[in-house]
């Protein structure tokens, strides 16, 4: 994953259902203050909405999927003092990551959007909102996530479990070049090149690691705070890009079409409407409200 804006670049290209994780369920989270329709391809939109809850407490009432474009966002705080708490972990394995959180050196160095990411400057009013400092459970990270970006929790309940089924550990995507490998990670011949909840490449986002891999709050930040860029009209890269017939092109508020640009790094190809897909349908079946997940 982790191609979105790198439209000149492969895109993972690979298989995004992920099987299921055997487990009991403890107990039912409170899941999502929204309800909604997923919308139909090929002219994907925002998804309607049947019931409306603030994200926090002086966040703007969000419609369906994510708040409008140019939408004021919550702080780190007030998102942390809204989101519900529970001891529900379906995925204790991501315990340490979920209590790890970036140091302020970590932070320093991480890329910001404009100039790497696109050459518009307004782009890094979300790239410094990126802290990646939340520790909690696993749902709770989600939650935060939500809030901070101003979207639905249940998209990124779902795209997680297209990513990785919620397991922060998730490391796919063999490369045989140990030039696009972290530190460590080359075996000889292979090493991973995705890792954490949504699947973020050290291909081209070199400056993330070790954090991408080490602390779930800051993967799902990081990949959010650039989703939310992109949905604000200012992923300048993808104004080129030729979309599929019948889709239309780059502009501000296409949750879809920047969705599936994290996946195929394009806007509208074959691999990003088949991960929008896979995302829509595992929205639509909410697999972490099942007893198994």
Excluded at 148 to 174: F, Y
């Amino acid at each position: 994953m982790g191609a979105l804006l790198l439209s000149a670049c492969e895109g993972r290209q690979q298989p995004v259902s992920p099987s299921a994780d055997p487990g009991l369920r403890p107990l039912t989270p409170t899941v999502g203050a929204m309800t909604f329709q997923p919308a139909a391809l090929p002219t994907p939109s925002p998804l309607s909405s049947t019931a409306t809850v603030t994200a926090a407490a002086t966040a703007p009432a969000v419609q369906g999927l994510i708040s409008a474009v140019g939408a004021a966002l919550p702080s780190d705080q007030q998102c942390a003092a809204s989101i519900h708490y529970s001891s529900w972990e379906p995925r204790p394995d991501n315990t340490a990551a979920n209590h790890r959180v970036p140091t302020a050196q970590q932070l320093a160095a991480i890329d910001q959007f404009y100039p790497t990411y696109t050459q518009n400057s307004q782009a890094n009013r979300y790239s410094t909102r990126i802290s990646g400092n939340f520790t909690g459970t696993t749902d709770e990270i989600i939650q935060w996530v939500a809030c901070k970006w101003g979207v639905n929790a249940d998209l990124v309940r779902a795209q997680a479990a297209v990513e990785s089924w919620w397991h922060q550990s998730t490391a796919a995507g063999k490369t045989t070049e140990s030039r696009y490998c972290p530190p460590g990670t080359w075996n000889g011949s292979s090493c991973p090149s995705f890792y954490g909840l949504l699947q973020i490449t050290y291909r081209y986002f070199s400056h993330e690691w070790p954090m991408m891999r080490d602390d779930t709050a800051f993967n799902a930040d990081y990949v959010y705070g650039m989703m939310r860029m992109c949905y604000e009209g200012l992923a300048t890269q993808l104004q080129a890009a030729t979309p599929s017939a019948g889709y239309p092109r780059y502009h501000a508020g296409d949750i879809w079409g920047c969705l599936g640009s994290w996946f195929s790094g394009q806007w509208y190809d074959s691999g990003a409407i088949h991960y929008i897909q896979e995302v829509q349908k595992t929205l639509q079946e909410k697999p972490w409200l099942g007893r198994w997940f």
